[in-house]
């Protein structure tokens, strides 16, 4: 059986940082492209981070370029998402994914989420 499990989440004022992490169990996650979304209440879901297997490729929305870091650890299975310099609009639940393909993370396993919120 295949779990994500997030930790990390919280509420932090604006200009703060969090470090997000996601364990994995079930898969062998260095076969697996892993990533971060996030939905905000009333928002469709954004694809914030995403992580190839060796950890050599990384993706980032617009949104998030140059504040936030994902990495991963795969004698962990875990993969992290550092976040500086928070904003109020990166107030959302933060979802975990992994899939073995970069496509497939939209639509692979996926975590319960973390709640991040960022005030004024």
């Known amino acids: 059986q295949v779990q994500l499990v997030e930790s990390g989440g919280g509420s932090v004022q604006a200009g703060g940082s969090l470090r997000l992490s996601c364990a994995a169990s079930?898969?062998?996650?260095?076969?697996?492209?892993m990533g971060w979304f996030r939905q905000a209440a009333g928002k469709e879901r954004e694809g914030v981070a995403k992580?190839?297997?060796?950890?050599?490729?990384?993706n980032y929305a617009d949104s998030v370029k140059g504040r936030f870091t994902i990495s991963r650890d795969n004698a962990k299975n875990t993969v992290y998402l550092q976040m500086n310099s928070l904003k109020p609009e990166d107030t959302a639940m933060y979802i975990c994914?992994?899939?073995?393909?970069?496509?497939?993370?939209?639509?692979?396993?996926r975590g319960q989420g973390t709640q991040v919120t960022v005030s004024a």
């Open positions: 992580i190839s297997t060796s950890g050599a490729y990384r």
């Open positions: 079930g898969i062998t996650a260095s076969r697996y492209w």
């Open positions: 994914a992994a899939a073995p393909t970069f496509d497939g993370l939209a639509t692979g396993y």
